[in-house]
């Protein structure tokens, strides 16, 4: 007997085949991860008005010659809506976070996962001092690193987004989290007041955009741009924003 669908991805799938119908129109249809925060994202009821993937995705459509249209999913949709066709597209994202055979981009979006911990938390000397420590994590993302140092001694606290792991730090629920420098920065410089601190660098990347490979919109053209945004300094402007 096949499993429910959880109603969450119902409804995103269901917004999804309706945005997939306009796809031919003149659209760009792009995800929107609701477990990241700013400056990756910023929602406003549930739908994206902000951050650094509005205004990448925004700048590829208008070079594309396309309006950019924004659908709103969380971990578990990302995949089926890539794979059928029904989005176009999902930027700041990395081929071993996500399941799905894409085209990808060129790296595009510089960020570096930390452990942040709260000002009381004892110093960590290495990721094996987090063995069996409460860690806040985001459901669904992958860590491959720490699942490699702690293995099964790696203690995950899921939340829903980053949003929610660093209220419960502010919270005292957990002296640890997961984080994108881009987003301890940001919080700090608009909470500076907030008690975090960089605690261990335990990767650093360059995002990319993961495309359909059912996408109406042809790969060939979407790469050809951003390869010009990166070589214009197109995506530095827009990163400066939030520094």
Partial sequence: MPKPVPSLLMLTLAALSLTAAHAATG???????????????????????GGILKDVGDALAQRLGLRAVYVSVDVAGVTPALTSGRADAMCYVMPVWIDGDYDWSAPLLPDTELIVASADAPRLQSLKDLRDRPIGTVAGYRYPRLEKVLGKRFFRIDSASMDVNVQQMVAGKVQYTLAGENTLFYLQRIHPTLKLRPELVFATFKAQCAFSRKSQVPFTDANRVIDAMLKEGAIDQILARYR
């Fill in 27 to 49: 659209e760009l249809v792009m995800l929107a991860p609701l477990d990241q925060t700013m400056p990756i994202v910023r929602f406003s009821n549930g739908a994206l008005d």
